[in-house]
């Protein structure tokens, strides 16, 4: 609030600061410090939110030894922090000695790094040292030099000064974590036909199964018509839809698919050729479902 010009006896016009009719009722020095106050502790806050994006900044090392920055995607309106291996984020990868891991998911690591810690230091009955961890998360960043990220684990360097006091070695002042690297997407498990290796199946096409979603959809909303008593009468829905009764009926067939078979639909794991010609009027048992398309039950 102490930072409008009005109370100094100005105003802001179109991006411009002119003179008010106001009297001033604060002393333009007064004004100024107020100001350059508020602007330093935003500017502290922004610079200390943006280093709290990503709690491993300048930890992480590929196993080529090549610095991992943080990087982030936007996918739908949604951020997705990664840390990148240098080479691969500037397009160098096939000039330089590119490490084993090219980029990680930073909540993923960032978290068996946190937690991994905290357990090496509670072993060793380290209290001071954890409940300054548990308060705050960038206290790790004086415990640790360096994360080298192999394919099957982190090498987590700790200081000298948090490392085992026993003994001077470097493997004592070292903290191994198994770690795999997460799949970039979850493998879809088809619903397998009978008699059919999990090799030879493949999901039903994008289109046909954005048309079965659909129709689906459709289908549980005309039987909700029907139920709910908007439309008294099939034919009535018929009239209003412009579509004969055989068109509805088989429509509204698909509302009694089985859970399991509507939840493949949606996740595209039914298996090529099952489309809204297959699925349509089908038995009223659940388990008959699955035996009728020649599939597996769940």
């Given at each position: 609030m102490l930072s409008n010009h009005f109370y100094i006896g100005e105003v802001k016009y179109k991006n411009e600061i002119l003179p008010g009719e106001q009297p001033p009722i604060m002393d333009r020095a007064l004004f100024e410090a107020v100001r350059q106050k508020s602007l330093a502790q935003w500017s502290h806050r922004t610079?200390?939110?943006?280093k709290s994006d990503h709690l491993l900044t300048g930890l992480l090392f590929d196993d080529a030894g090549h610095r991992m920055v943080p990087t982030h995607a936007t996918k739908a309106g949604i951020r997705y922090r990664y840390y990148?291996?240098?080479p691969f984020l500037h397009g160098e990868a096939k000039t330089a000695s590119a490490g084993s891991i090219s980029r990680v998911p930073a909540a993923d690591i960032e978290d068996i790094?946190?937690?991994?810690?905290?357990?090496?230091?509670?072993?060793?009955?380290?209290?001071?040292?954890?409940?300054a961890v548990r308060l705050e998360d960038r206290d790790l960043t004086h415990l640790i030099t360096e994360i080298v990220v192999r394919v099957d684990r982190l090498v987590v360097r700790l200081k000298s000064g948090h490392a085992d006091e026993t003994s001077d070695?470097?493997?004592n002042q070292s903290l191994t974590i198994p770690w795999q690297k997460p799949p970039s997407r979850k493998s879809r498990q088809i619903l397998l036909p009978h008699n059919v290796s999990r090799s030879e199946v493949r999901p039903e096409q994008f289109e046909r199964r954005a048309r079965l979603v659909s129709a689906i959809a459709r289908g549980r909303r005309w039987l909700d018509d029907v139920i709910s008593g908007r439309?008294?009468?099939v034919a009535q829905l018929c009239t209003r839809l412009r579509c004969s009764v055989r068109q509805v009926n088989m429509t509204i067939s698909l509302a009694f698919l089985a859970p399991n078979l509507v939840k493949a639909a949606v996740e595209g794991r039914l298996p090529r050729g099952i489309g809204v010609e297959r699925l349509r009027d089908p038995p009223t048992e659940w388990s008959r479902q699955f035996e009728a398309l020649g599939l597996n039950p769940e």
């Open positions: 610079i200390v939110r943006n990148v291996s240098a790094v946190r937690k991994s810690i905290k357990e090496h230091l509670a072993a060793r009955q380290d209290s001071s040292i954890t409940n070695a470097p493997e439309v008294t009468t």
